[in-house]
C-alpha cells in the first residue's frame, strides 16, 4: 500500500541531545513537508522541500534540521538548539499543483525527559 | 499573507444534530481550501477541498462546505452528527502561485454527545 511512514511513533530525548525523526513516502511525491502540533495551534511550518536536494524554511525553522537527498525520504532533525521541543511531528507529502491535498503520515511525538 | 481562522475551538452537539464548523481566511487572490480531520495521536485525513470548480463541495462521511468569495468563508456541514464524528478538524489554505503549501487554521474539537 502507498503512503507514508514516520518513524518512531514516541521519542523520548534528554535536553541536549539531537534526534532525527524518520519521514519516508512511496506515493512518489515531488513534495515533502515537517508540521508541528502543539495544543490549540494547530499545524505549523517548519520545513519543506519541492524537489530533490533542495529544501526551504517554514514558519518556526529555528533549532530544526532537514536533507532530501532521496525523493522518498526527508528527515528531520531536532537539535539542542531548539528549547521547546515536545511536540506532536506530522510529515506530509504531495504531488505538484497546488490544489493538490497533502497526505499525512501518523506523527511522531517527542518527549524531552 | 494568506491565514485562516477557525472560530471556535471546541463545539459539542448532540447525536443527529447539525454539524457546522466555522473557516474564514484572508486572501488577495483565489484560495485553494480544504478541510482535514484527525483522530488522537494520528495524522490528518483529506475530508473536502475547493479548487474553484465548484462552490458547494461534498466531502467523506457526510461532510460538505460551501465556499463564499464574498465572505471569505469555507464552513463545514453535516446534516447529523454521528459518535464517529468526534475528532479535531483543521481548515487549511494554499494560494495560487505559492510554493509553501498549506496554512492551518488553529483547529477546532468537536464533541459529539449522546
Known amino acids: 500500500d502507498g503512503g507514508i511512514t514516520q518513524s518512531p511513533k514516541y521519542l523520548f530525548r534528554k535536553e541536549g541531545q539531537n534526534v532525527t525523526l524518520s519521514c519516508e513516502q512511496n506515493l512518489n511525491h515531488d513534495a515533502m513537508y515537517w508540521y508541528r502540533q502543539d495544543p490549540g495551534q494547530g499545524l505549523r511550518l517548519i520545513y519543506y522541500?519541492?524537489?530533490?536536494?533542495?529544501?526551504q524554511k517554514g514558519d518556526i525553522a529555528e533549532g530544526y534540521s532537514v536533507s532530501r537527498e532521496k525523493k522518498e525520504s526527508f528527515p528531520l532533525t531536532v537539535t539542542s538548539a531548539q528549547k521547546n521541543p515536545t511536540a506532536f511531528y506530522l510529515c506530509?507529502?504531495?504531488?505538484?499543483?497546488?490544489?493538490?491535498?497533502?497526505?499525512f503520515g501518523q506523527g511522531t511525538r517527542l518527549t524531552v525527559v | 499573507a494568506q491565514s485562516v481562522t477557525q472560530l471556535g475551538s471546541h463545539v459539542s452537539v448532540s447525536e443527529g444534530a447539525l454539524v457546522l464548523l466555522r473557516c474564514n481566511y484572508s486572501?488577495?487572490?483565489?484560495?485553494?481550501l480544504f478541510w482535514y480531520v484527525q483522530y488522537p495521536n494520528q495524522g490528518l485525513q483529506l475530508l473536502l477541498k475547493y479548487t474553484s470548480a465548484a462552490t458547494l463541495v461534498k466531502g467523506i462521511n457526510g461532510f460538505e462546505a460551501e465556499f463564499k468569495k464574498s465572505e471569505t468563508s469555507f464552513h463545514l456541514t453535516k446534516p447529523s452528527a454521528h459518535m464517529s464524528d468526534a475528532a479535531e478538524y483543521f481548515c487549511?489554505?494554499?494560494?495560487?502561485?505559492?510554493?509553501?503549501?498549506?496554512?492551518f487554521g488553529s483547529g477546532t474539537q468537536l464533541t459529539v454527545l449522546p
Open positions: 487549511a489554505v494554499t494560494l495560487s502561485g505559492s510554493a509553501r503549501q498549506l496554512t
Open positions: 506530509a507529502s504531495s504531488p505538484r499543483g497546488l490544489s493538490t491535498e497533502a497526505f
Open positions: 486572501s488577495s487572490v483565489p484560495p485553494y
Open positions: 522541500s519541492q524537489i530533490v536536494n533542495d529544501f
